[in-house]
C-alpha cells in the first residue's frame, strides 16, 4: 500500500542537525516549552512553584515571555483575557494541589466565555500518583477529576515521550471551535527529569473547521427570505469568530434589526439603524424579540441574561447558530445548526434572498425611545453620567474588562463597544475579581495601548496583590474602582428580598493609598470629575487608579 507523504510535518536541514546532536542538560520542562514554541505560543502566564520548578526552569532558556502573576485565579483570568484578545492559546502554568484548585474559578469563566485557555499543571511524583496517600505535599487523590467537568478536554502525562503529543492534542482542542480550556497534567519527576529526547519540532496542531450542513442552510435561508419580522441575537460566537462583518451584511440584506448579548457587545455597530444595542434585560426588547416571525440566533445559547432571566418566550420559528452542540435547542426549540458562527453566516450571506422593509428601521426607533422612556422615569441620571463619564474617557480601540459590579452591570446593556472584541466582563461564569487581572492578560498581549478594568471595591479586594504585577511589568493598565462603601449590590439584593441586609459593610483599605504604596498612581475623583480624571490616568504610560466613592443603582426592567 502507497502513502502519500506530501501532508507530513517536514524538518529543515537545521532541525534535522539539531535532532542528532542532543544537547546534555535538557528536561521534561524542556519538552514542554520546546512543544510550546513549535505550536506558536509566545506569551506564558503563571506562578513559579515547587512541582513546576523543571517548567520554569526551561522557560528560562526559552523566548516564550512570562507574566507572573501573584495568585494563580488571578493568572488564570490574564490567560483568559489574552486568549479572547489575540484568539490564540494563552498558555497557563500552574503547580499542583491547592495552586492547581486555586485556578479553577477562572478556568469556569474561560470555559463560560470561550476562551483558549492551555493549562499546564504540574503532579505529585508518578510514583504518589493513583490515590495511595502516600502523603506527598499538594497530593490530591485525583487531581484531574477537580477540572474534568470544567475544561474542554483532559490530557495526561506519565513519560517524557508523551509530552509533545499531550500538549499538541490540547492545543487543537482549545483551538478547535467553540473555543475553551484544556488541561494538561505532568508529575513532578517527568519534568525534572533529564532527557535524551531531541529537541521538539515539526509540529502540526491544526483545529478541525466546523461548518454548517447545506441543507440546514437552506432551510434557514429560506426561512429568513420569506419572513415579515425577522430579527437577530448576535451573541459572543460573533465575535470570537471575527464575523461581525459578515452579520452586518446579512442583516442589511434582509432588513433584519439586531440585538448583541452582554458576550456579544461590539458584534454589530451600536448607531446602526437596525441597532437595537443590548437591552436584554429590558421587557419592549424582550416583546419585541418574541414578536419576530424568525428569529436568527447566532453564537448564544440564550443562556439567563441573554434570555432575560429565562422569561423570553419566542413566538416564531427560531434558527440557532451555535459552534457548542450542547446548547442546540437547550433553552428553546429551533432549527439547530451545529458550526462556527463565521462559516454559516458567510453560507447565509450567499443564499438568503433580499428582503426590503421600510419600517424596520422606524420599529428600532420606536423601541429604543420606550427602553430610553423607561430609563428616564426612573431617575437614574448619576449612573447614566458615570458611564457617559467612561465612554468618553476610553479611547474607542482601547479594551476594557468589567468585574462583577453595579457598573458593569449598567455597561452590559447601555455601554457602546465600539469596536468588536473591545468590551468583556465575567457575566459568562458571574464570579468576583475578574476585571483586574484579565486587563493584565490584555496589556500583556498588546502593551502599545491602554486598557481599563473596572471594579467595585468588592471585587477589588480579590485582585490587590496584581499591584505588584502591573508594577513590576510597568504595564498600562488603568483600574477603576467604584467603591460603594462595602456589599452594595450584595445588600440591595438582600434587602430586597428579606427586608434587611447581613453585614452589609466591612472594612476596606484607602485603594488611593494602597496602590500608592505600590508605587502605582492613583487619584480619587468624583462622578463630575471622572472623565478628566480617567482620561489623563489612561493618557499616562504604565499603571494607574482612579478611585470613584460613589453608591450607583441598577435599572429595573
Known sequence: MSHDHDDRPQLTAAQAEAALNVQPGRNGGDLVVETLQGLGATAVFGLPGRHPLGMSDALSRSSLSYVGLRVEN???????????????????????????????????????????????????????????????????????????????????????????????????????????????????????????????????????????????????????????????????????????????????????????????????????????????????????????????????????????????????????????????????????????????????????????????AERVRALLDQVHARIAAQDLTPEQRVLASVREALPDTSPSFWDMTPLAYWAWSAFDARHPNTMHSAQGAGGLGYGFPAAIGAAAADPTKPVLAVSGDDGAMYSIAELATVRQYGLPVTWLIVDDGGHGIRSTHLTGAFGEATAPGHCRPDFVALAESFGVPAVRTTPESLATDLGKALAAPGPSVVVLPVLLRGPSG
Open 74 to 360: 488571578n493568572a488564570g483570568f490574564a490567560a483568559d483575557a489574552y486568549g479572547r484578545i489575540t484568539g490564540e492559546v494563552a498558555t497557563l502554568l500552574l503547580s499542583a494541589g491547592p495552586g492547581a484548585l486555586t485556578s479553577l474559578a477562572a478556568l469556569q469563566e474561560a470555559a463560560a466565555a470561550s476562551a483558549p485557555v492551555l493549562a499546564v499543571s504540574s503532579q505529585v511524583p508518578t510514583a504518589g500518583l493513583g490515590g495511595g496517600r502516600h502523603g506527598h505535599l499538594h497530593e490530591l487523590r485525583d487531581q484531574q477529576a477537580s477540572f474534568r467537568d470544567i475544561v474542554k478536554s483532559v490530557h495526561t502525562v506519565r513519560t517524557a515521550s508523551q509530552i509533545p503529543s499531550a500538549i499538541a492534542a490540547a492545543w487543537e482542542s482549545a483551538l478547535t471551535a467553540p473555543h475553551g480550556p484544556v488541561w494538561v497534567e505532568i508529575p513532578q519527576d517527568v519534568l525534572l527529569a533529564e532527557t535524551v529526547l531531541p529537541v521538539v519540532s515539526a509540529l502540526d496542531a491544526t483545529p478541525r473547521e466546523l461548518y454548517p450542513r447545506p441543507e440546514l442552510t437552506l432551510v434557514a435561508a429560506d426561512l429568513l427570505s420569506k419572513a415579515e419580522r425577522p430579527a437577530i441575537i448576535a451573541g459572543g460566537g460573533v465575535v470570537r469568530s471575527d464575523a461581525s462583518g459578515k452579520l452586518r451584511a446579512l442583516a442589511e440584506k434582509l432588513d433584519a434589526p439586531v440585538v448583541t448579548t452582554f458576550g456579544g457587545k461590539g458584534a454589530f455597530p451600536w448607531q446602526h439603524p437596525l441597532s437595537l444595542r443590548s437591552w436584554l434585560e429590558d421587557r419592549h426588547t424582550t416583546e419585541f424579540l418574541e414578536s419576530a416571525d424568525v428569529l436568527l440566533v447566532v453564537g448564544s445559547g440564550l443562556g439567563e441574561l441573554s434570555s432575560n432571566h429565562h422569561t423570553f418566550a419566542p413566538r416564531g420559528r427560531v434558527i440557532q447558530i451555535e459552534a457548542d452542540a450542547g446548547k442546540l435547542e437547550s433553552n428553546h426549540p429551533a432549527l439547530g445548526i451545529h458550526s462556527d458562527a463565521r462559516e454559516a453566516l458567510a453560507d447565509l450571506l450567499d443564499a438568503v434572498e433580499p428582503r426590503e422593509d421600510d419600517t424596520a
